[in-house]
């Protein structure tokens, strides 16, 4: 018996889904300062004497940062959206016009 | 993955950018021939981008209690290779580091260099071996997608430690930052893996046209009526 696509996206999504809340419940406190961050630490416990030697010209407040994490996320998932969609609009089009050559 | 602004000292900074920039300048003048030859392909780039635009802004939390993100960049380096990777990465880390305030212009070439080059480079190779021994898309998707996540964060482990390390020893640097790094990426490597092997599998069934040549597809997976593109 084979599994058809969709149900195989099925399989796919809910490993993903799976990964992600087992992260969530493996540690409920963890906060979302990024590995990024944690690095920076152990550069200070490695060398305390170390000083960054540039600054972010420009640094958004938090709630700042989330949209605009956001807003990439959304650019990026617009484009796929457009690309899936797209793609099945072409289908339905091209259904559409052999059964229109084809009528039965 | 991203190092923090000023956080690389300024002889390593530069080293990093000295690399970074050949290969990205190499990836630019792909592209515009690609577009130039085939601006069918358009849609493919934009495609690659949009999923490290994605799974960059995604982070996750991980077990040792801090998060991490993806890297998103194994689809393009199976459909475009390591060098338009690359440019597609530095459009990312310049909005991340200009707008964002993640990573930095000091650390860019860095940045660059791990996530965009080093990273799809450990991919491409695994995908290489896996094209000639003949197999099949899933494991060869998964195992690209994986390393080129994975090889990243061990790069940039690796930036660190050379950059500061522990009493003189760059090993034990290193064991330290990858040990950070390492146990938050594995489970987001995994998912991006899992992530990719739909997205193929999804453009094997619809466009197989833009995978030619690419995953050791049967002719029966592209049995869609798609004109036939010359590449």
């Not at chain 2, 995604?58 to 380096?77: D, E, F, I, M, R």
């Not at chain 2, 996530?115 to 060869?140: H, Q």
């Not at chain 2, 660190?160 to 790094?181: D, E, K, Q």
Request: charged share 15%.
């Amino acid at each position: 018996m084979r599994m058809s696509p969709k149900g195989w996206y099925v399989v796919g999504f809910s490993v993903i889904m799976a990964i992600c809340m087992a992260a969530f419940i493996a540690s409920p406190s963890a906060e979302f300062g990024g590995s990024d961050g944690q690095g920076e630490e152990e550069i200070a416990n490695i060398d305390p004497g170390y000083e960054p030697w540039f600054e972010s010209p420009w640094s958004p407040p938090g709630e700042t940062e989330s949209l605009l994490f956001a807003l990439q996320a959304a650019i990026g998932a617009v484009i796929i959206g457009y690309f899936i969609g797209n793609e099945r609009g072409k289908k339905a089009a091209r259904k559409k016009m052999e059964e229109a050559n084809d009528p039965r | 993955m991203h190092i923090m602004e000023g956080f690389l000292p300024v002889e390593w900074a530069v080293f990093w950018s000295i690399l970074s920039v050949p290969v990205v300048v190499w990836g630019f003048f792909k592209i515009r021939k690609l577009f130039a030859e085939s601006p069918e392909m358009k849609m493919s780039v934009a495609l690659a981008g949009a999923f490290i635009f994605v799974l960059s802004s995604l982070k996750l939390p991980s077990v040792t209690g801090s998060s991490s993100h993806p890297t998103g960049t194994g689809a393009s380096t199976i459909l475009h290779g390591v060098a338009i990777t690359s440019v597609l990465c530095t459009i990312v880390l310049v909005f991340q580091a200009l707008l964002l305030a993640h990573g930095g212009i000091t650390t860019l070439g860095a940045n660059i260099f791990s996530m965009g080059i080093a990273g799809p480079f450990v991919g491409w190779l695994a995908y290489r071996g896996m094209m000639r021994a003949k197999l099949g898309l899933v494991p060869t998707v998964f195992a690209t997608a994986f390393l080129a996540n994975f090889s990243a964060y061990i790069v940039t482990a690796l930036q660190l430690a050379l950059a500061f390390p522990t009493a003189g020893s760059v090993m034990t640097s290193f064991i330290t930052f990858f040990g950070i790094f390492a146990v938050t990426q594995i489970p987001l490597a995994v998912v991006e893996g899992v992530l990719f092997i739909m997205f193929f599998d999804y453009l094997a069934r619809t466009r197989p046209d833009l995978l030619k040549g690419k995953l050791n597809l049967r002719p029966k997976d592209s049995n869609a009526p798609v004109k036939a593109v010359e590449a």
